[in-house]
T-cell receptor, first 114, second 113 residues
Framework: GNSVTQMEGPVTLSEEAFLTINCTYT??????LFWYVQYPGEGLQLLLK?????DKGSNKGFEATYRKETTSFHLEKGSVQVSDSAVYFC?????????????FGTGTRLQVTL | DAGITQSPRYKITETGRQVTLMCHQT?????MFWYRQDLGHGLRLIYY???????DKGEVPDGYVVSRSKTENFPLTLESATRSQTSVYFC????????????FGPGTRLTVL
């Protein structure tokens, strides 16, 4: 079946540090890949996405590149801020008949300190 | 206001009671989804709907019932709540393409005593 594996958290970084959150996937076919972010007490919101191999999604200083050869979609940011503290979810979507469902990883909590 | 809303935001109930969680979206999106979020499991899909009157089971449908008589509403009912259904529930909607963004509601925190 389809699955997404994320690195275990929590990840604790100092402000301005470099961030990497690893994400790998298993899928039959060619999925679209997403990163969602969940701030405390809120629902999930899309951070970025990539729909085909070698695509790079980017938003708010975050980037992720769709690597088909390594089945990965790692999230990176060059300089994190305290306001980036949140839970980050990697997800994939496959077009399977009438459905286009998201399969999520378990989430990685990021805590950024001053 | 436009968007996706859920009600109630918080609910406490007792084992065996029926509970309905409401979800409403104003975009006329075709697809709607219900997820539950539990520590260590991420988000798991309960039910989804591709259009009015079309629903299908997700990963964890047992103990839940859904209906979708109107495009904009997608209520989730726990017919006889159990403690294991204590969770945060998120509704989401999207248009029809696989690459389209899913938009999430703010969530309902349900506690079953």
């Amino acid at each position: 079946g389809n699955s997404v594996t994320q690195m275990e958290g929590p990840v604790t970084l100092s402000e301005e540090a470099f961030l990497t959150i690893n994400c790998t996937y298993t899928a039959t076919g060619y999925p679209s890949l997403f990163w969602y972010v969940q701030y405390p007490g809120e629902g999930l919101q899309l951070l970025l996405k990539a729909t085909k191999a070698d695509d790079k999604g980017s938003n708010k200083g975050f980037e992720a590149t769709y690597r088909k050869e390594t089945t990965s979609f790692h999230l990176e940011k060059g300089s994190v801020q305290v306001s980036d503290s949140a839970v980050y979810f990697c997800a994939l979507s496959l077009n399977t008949g009438t459905a286009s469902k998201l399969t999520f990883g378990t989430g990685t909590r990021l805590q950024v300190t001053l | 206001d436009a968007g996706i809303t859920q009600s109630p935001r918080y609910k406490i109930t007792e084992t065996g009671r029926q509970v309905t969680l409401m979800c409403h979206q104003t975009w006329s999106h075709s697809y709607m989804f219900w997820y539950r979020q539990d520590l260590g499991h991420g988000l798991r899909l309960i039910y989804y709907s591709a259009a009015a009157d079309i629903t299908d089971k997700g990963e964890v449908p047992d103990g839940y019932v859904v209906s979708r008589s109107k495009t904009e509403n997608f209520p989730l009912t726990l017919e006889s709540a159990t403690r294991s259904q204590t969770s945060v529930y998120f509704c989401a909607s999207k248009r029809g393409q696989v690459t389209d963004t899913q938009y999430f509601g703010p969530g309902t925190r349900l506690t079953v005593l």
